[in-house]
């Protein structure tokens, strides 16, 4: 019975996002003790539909963003993680890192379900807050770092929007 009320207790004090379940098949590398790991917990979704997926990348502009087949071939870090979209409840995803450090995290909204980044539909995230606009993302942008736990970031999703390019959807 107490073990019960402790376990009652520790969900009613978890993180909404951390209760909704934690997406993608590294999602045990981001429960308690954990680690190294990061959580991004993900706002700002267009709709419902397709698929999301979680990058990441080496901390260097020569590195970030760079063909993954390049990077492997050379023993670079990079990852990726796939999760199919809840039809509704907040959403988190986790992706494990190699070990504490500096990395460059991606989040993508694959909206048409191709697998590649489609400039026109899909929807793009980092951990910073800037607005891409129109510029390529900058490795500063994507920077995170990572302890021997979990790092948690929170990314609001951005899609094109006309000439100004990538924003954030206005909340309603």
């Not at 502009?61 to 990852?79: C, G, M, V």
């Not at 995230?125 to 948690?152: D, H, M, N, Y």
């Amino acid at each position: 019975m107490a073990a019960r009320l402790i376990l009652a207790a520790l969900a009613l004090a978890a993180p909404a996002a951390a209760r909704a379940g934690t997406l993608g098949g590294e999602a045990p590398a981001c429960a308690s003790g954990g680690g190294p790991a990061i959580r991004a917990n993900i706002t700002g979704l267009k709709d419902r539909t397709g698929s999301l997926k979680l990058e990441l990348y080496p901390a260097t502009e020569a590195d970030f963003l760079r063909n993954h087949s390049k990077l492997i071939a050379e023993r670079k870090t990079f990852r990726r993680v796939w999760a199919s979209i809840p039809a509704d409840g907040a959403i988190a995803m986790c992706i494990r890192v190699p070990r504490p450090g500096r990395y460059a995290l991606v989040f993508t909204h694959d909206r048409d379900g191709r697998s590649k980044f489609n400039f026109w539909t899909d929807g793009v995230g980092f951990p910073s807050r800037t607005k891409l606009r129109r510029t390529r993302p900058t490795v500063e942008q994507a920077a995170i770092t990572v302890g021997r736990g979990v790092a948690v970031t929170d990314i609001r999703t951005q899609y094109l929007r006309g000439i100004r390019g990538f924003a954030p959807i206005p909340r309603s």
